[in-house]
């Protein structure tokens, strides 16, 4: 939907031409009151100040919403999309309980820091392509200098590679170039270094965006049934349907998820949503065929009136 899937609201971007045409205003408390904006490796970035809060901001690439960040509090999840995610994230391992992450597309950082907030000592990898970006969000969003979060430059599937056998909890994607995951990030073989990268017992997350008659999505789940043998699906009942284009949250692993829970939670969002799993899941896939590398394709664009 966004460029890193992001289905909460979001302001459009102003076009600046310039880094110094960017640079904002600030009010007499010393916060920045009007947008920020420079370009990056991927387009156009803005950082829009929350009015609602003093020390928040949305992350917009080329006017997608891509991220929302509350440095006073990073447990707060405005996406809805992320807010899924956080579920997961609280669910896979008992509260507290430190966990070794694997963030694939960075955005503002914002999941990594709500696994630093609520499970202290985790040790966390980002890995984010767009180096002016990563420069961006870390001179201006900055991270807690005690958090043990690792920020890698690489492509997703590069930066994959080069993590152990075994090493993670967690392994969450949430990638999008031009508001489109990449195909190399929707097949077989990657959903098998994924599955390299995971302990046993280890989940696998995916932000993945489509909308009708949602053929990307039901290959998604086709995909990596093949891969693993525990599947639950989360999106708003608008997108189950295939009414419109949005975020589906994918939830994959080799040991059974917390399903009754992560429903319960789901369905009491503030913008409710619901998960299927098991046959209601595979039934929805409707048949569809598992997707390699060789007829590997991005992800349908989001239509002009994702983010109007």
Do not use: C
């Amino acid at each position: 939907m966004a460029r890193r899937g992001a289905s909460g609201g979001g302001a459009g971007a102003r076009k600046r031409s310039d880094r110094t045409a960017g640079n904002g205003r600030t009010g007499r408390s010393g916060r920045r009151t009007e947008p920020l904006a420079e370009p990056v490796d991927g387009g156009l970035a803005e950082l829009v100040p929350d009015r609602e809060r003093p020390r928040a901001w949305t992350l917009t690439l080329d006017g997608a919403p891509q991220s929302h960040v509350d440095l006073d509090d990073p447990t707060f999840l405005s996406f809805e999309y992320q807010r899924r995610i956080g579920h997961i994230a609280d669910l896979v391992a008992p509260p507290g309980q430190p966990l070794h992450v694997v963030h694939l597309g960075g955005g503002a950082f914002t999941l990594a820091r709500y696994i630093a907030a609520t499970r202290p000592r985790s040790t966390q990898q980002i890995v984010e392509v767009d180096a002016a970006l990563v420069q961006l969000v870390r001179r201006e969003l900055p991270l807690d200098p005690q958090a043990r979060i690792r920020v890698r430059t690489a492509d997703a599937r590069a930066g994959l590679g080069k993590v152990q056998d075994g090493w993670a909890d967690l392994v969450i994607a949430d990638v999008f170039s031009g508001a489109r995951t990449p195909a190399h990030l929707t097949s077989t073989e990657f959903l098998a270094e994924v599955r390299r990268v995971l302990k046993p017992g280890g989940s696998y997350v995916a932000n993945l965006a489509d909308g009708p008659p949602l053929t990307h999505l039901r290959g998604q789940i086709a995909t990596a049934a093949t891969v693993f043998p525990e599947l639950a699906l989360a999106a708003d009942p608008t997108v189950w349907r295939g009414r419109r284009f949005g975020n589906a949250v994918l939830l994959a692993s080799d040991a059974p998820p917390a399903v009754a829970e992560l429903t319960r939670r789901v369905a009491t969002d503030p913008h409710p949503g619901r998960v299927e799993h098991g046959r209601a899941l595979a039934d929805f896939t409707g048949g569809a065929a598992a997707v390699s590398d060789a007829d590997a394709r991005p992800s349908p664009p989001p239509p002009p009136t994702a983010f109007g």
